[in-house]
């Protein structure tokens, strides 16, 4: 009878892989992605996620096994002890090792070009300034220089165009925030006293074919306080036209001496 | 096997126990998985009632009759006389604040049903004046939505963190704030577009709903449905109104006199309050159409700026100091924050808090960055917060003219792009930034 934790124990990798794979087909998984590197980021995610779902399927299996065939009722056998085996810590030590080696070099250039490589000459610049617990947007306006007069100001709504290079200027008002765009695979952390650029293109409006403008999430990845749970923004994703309109409206409103 | 072992049947006991708990908790997690109502928080009114309304533990008529006792005395007590006559107005004044109790419990309902008197309603022909029922319905209440989505108990789920349940600006959040969440009871709100005695217009409470107020902790609720922001302007709007008309009961309590407690003497007294909000959009400051202006037409007008702010007939100087960083002489307080005096002070939650004159070069505008923004808080003011109505009137037409206020206004807006305004070098990208 008590063999039955040892099957117990064998629930814990079934059940795990059925709703692992039950949430992919259902719809419980990666937000969409309309990004131009969105689907490197994915890719190397589920690379992971399958070495590692391999590797714990395995464990799980040698660790049911060893309980049912060791189950102290079933086997009298007195323990045996033993000093180990040199050759098997080797194994076990240089396997893993050769295995984060090569994941670590698998995605350097993945994080260099979402972290590092910075682009020259970005289509749309804008500064974001994190502050609790909201987003203050600013475009440069027409003279393309930040910190002039016909700058525009928006809180908690970033538009860009599509298909173009957007560079966001990242920075903080106060404590730690985190730039989080989901849609877009994009995650930076804002931090106070520096200017981080964060750089991305969205490659498509949205799935449905023919729309013009879609609205995703922009939200905080990195608690701020108390208000962190609901430091939510909108990133709405445009043609070029409607962003043009965006910031003409933006300019109006801005303007306005009625 | 001859028979259990003592281990062995130890053993087999802590295992029947053990299956014994397990089956009870999964039976439990699975009577808990039930579809049932979600727990509504429906508001502790009890909770709410101040130390006051506990009266002395003796009747008027009991302590009439020992008053009428000692003073038949030939040497009455005084010591006694006097804690008698205390306890008397202790009674009075639980009376006065019980009935003031059921009077605003007739007038506007409790937190989680509120209502307004069918006078102050709005009628189909005119949207805009009174109060819509079904919106202060779905703002009130506990949080929870509807099937569609739509969601009750906005003002919970929103706002009350910080304004409290009353509207009176002391919520769980509020000690940590600089500068405190309004308090809605006293019917000021500073950023309007009203003139300078007028209450707020509905747009103007959207107005701040919509784009916060920056450089406070007041949030842009701007991504919310414009439903939840109408519905949330007209509660404000309920919470201003029952405050004001709390604070004119209470001068019935203070003074020691009956509170009112019929329909018509309730009601006039409300319209009184109710109407004020009612004229607001006749109120509203609309300024003269500045002057198209080209380059150096614009620096002149700056220049005349800059002269009036440092002009004494402007007053700028005294608050916002002579470079507009906001360190001016004067130290004061606004109307909130007065009312705590050295001798009242236990009666509030929070300590006084300073007022803090605008630094004008930062370009973080409070009540928004336009132009005509910035032409209203000259011409009218900022209600409550001490910055007064420079503005021409009819009944002060030595103030500002729509021109020498446009010039400030174009001043006002240069000062954050001036040379001495910059902080640090210029921008290069991941670099230390001295803001």
Redesign the interface.
């Known amino acids: 009878?008590?063999r039955l934790w040892s099957l117990l124990f064998l629930t814990v990798p079934i059940v795990g892989v059925w709703v692992c794979i039950w949430s992919a087909n259902n719809g419980y998984w990666m937000p969409d992605d309309i990004s131009s590197h969105g689907h490197t980021i994915d890719h190397l995610f589920n690379f992971c996620l399958w070495l590692t779902g391999v590797v714990f399927v395995i464990t799980e299996l040698v660790l049911v096994w060893f309980m049912w065939k060791y189950d102290a009722k079933a086997h009298a056998e007195p323990v045996k002890y033993t000093h180990g085996s040199h050759n098997l810590e080797i194994v076990w030590t240089i396997i893993p090792s050769a295995t984060l080696l090569f994941i670590a070099i698998y995605q350097m250039n993945a994080w260099a070009n979402v972290k590092m490589r910075?682009p020259t000459d970005p289509d749309v610049e804008v500064e974001v300034v994190a502050r609790?617990?909201?987003w203050?947007i600013r475009y440069p306006g027409k003279d393309g220089v930040?910190?002039?007069?016909d700058d525009l100001?928006t809180?908690?709504?970033l538009h860009v165009p599509v298909g173009e290079q957007v560079m966001v200027?990242l920075?903080s008002?106060d404590v730690l925030h985190d730039f989080f765009l989901p849609h877009l695979r994009i995650k930076q952390d804002a931090v106070?006293?520096?200017?981080?650029?964060v750089w991305f293109k969205a490659e498509r409006v949205s799935n449905v074919t023919g729309a013009t403008s879609a609205a995703y999430d922009l939200v905080c990845a990195e608690l701020c306080g108390?208000?962190h749970y609901?430091m939510?923004?909108?990133l709405v994703v445009e043609t070029r036209d409607e962003y043009e309109r965006f910031l003409a409206d933006l300019e109006k409103?801005?303007?306005?001496?009625? | 096997m001859m028979g259990l072992s003592p281990e062995k049947s130890t053993n087999r006991a802590a295992g029947e126990s053990l299956r014994g708990w397990a089956a009870a908790l999964c039976l439990l997690a699975a009577l808990g998985c039930t579809k049932a109502d979600p727990a509504q928080f429906k508001l502790n009114m009890e909770g709410l009632d101040p130390a006051d309304f506990v009266a002395s533990g003796s009747t008027d008529e009991a302590l009439a009759e020992r008053i009428a006792k000692i003073e038949q005395e030939p040497d009455p007590d005084e010591e006694q006389l006097s804690e008698l006559q205390n306890a008397q107005s202790a009674n009075a004044r639980a009376k006065g604040l019980r009935d003031l109790k059921v009077a605003l419990h007739a007038l506007f309902g409790t937190p989680d049903e509120p209502f307004v008197l069918k006078e102050l309603q709005t009628q189909p022909d005119t949207p805009e004046v009174g109060f819509d029922l079904a919106k202060l319905r779905r703002a009130a209440g506990p949080v929870s939505s509807l099937e569609d989505g739509t969601q009750i108990g906005l003002y919970r789920q929103h706002c009350v963190h910080c304004h409290g349940i009353t509207g009176d600006g002391v919520g769980p959040t509020a000690a940590f704030l600089t500068p405190y969440p309004r308090d809605f009871r006293r019917g000021i709100f500073k950023f309007t577009s009203t003139s300078e005695s007028a209450k707020p217009t509905k747009d103007d409470l959207k107005r701040t709903l919509k784009q916060g107020i920056a450089g406070t902790a007041m949030p842009s609720f701007a991504l919310l449905p414009e439903a939840d922001i109408d519905a949330l302007v007209e509660y404000v709007k309920y919470l201003a109104l029952r405050g004001e008309m709390e604070t004119a009961l209470m001068s019935y309590v203070d003074a020691g006199d009956p509170v009112p407690l019929t329909h018509e003497e309730l009601l006039s007294e409300l319209q009184n309050y109710a109407s004020m909000w009612d004229s607001a959009a006749d109120e509203v400051i609309t300024p003269e159409a500045p002057p198209e202006l080209d380059e150096p037409g614009l620096l002149a007008s700056i220049e005349a700026g800059r002269k009036l702010f440092l002009d004494a007939k402007a007053q700028c100087v005294q608050c916002h100091g002579p470079t507009g960083l906001g360190d001016g002489a004067e130290k004061r307080f606004d109307v909130w924050n007065e009312a705590k005096t050295d001798t009242n002070l236990a009666f509030f939650s929070l300590p006084k808090q300073q007022l803090q004159p605008r630094n004008l070069r930062s370009g973080v505008y409070r009540g928004g960055r336009r132009p005509v923004d910035l032409y209203r808080r000259i011409q009218a003011g900022i209600k409550g917060a001490q910055m007064p109505s420079m503005g021409q009137t009819p009944a002060k037409p030595s103030g500002l003219t729509p021109t020498e206020i446009w010039n400030l206004v174009h001043y006002v807006q240069s000062l954050p792009y001036e040379p001495t305004s910059e902080t640090g070098s210029p921008e290069r990208s991941i670099q230390r930034d001295r803001n």
């Open positions: 009878m008590s910075v609790q617990f909201e203050r930040f910190n002039t007069r100001h809180v908690n709504d200027r920075k008002q106070p006293g520096m200017v981080i650029p108390w208000g609901k939510k923004g909108q409103q801005q303007e306005a001496t009625q």
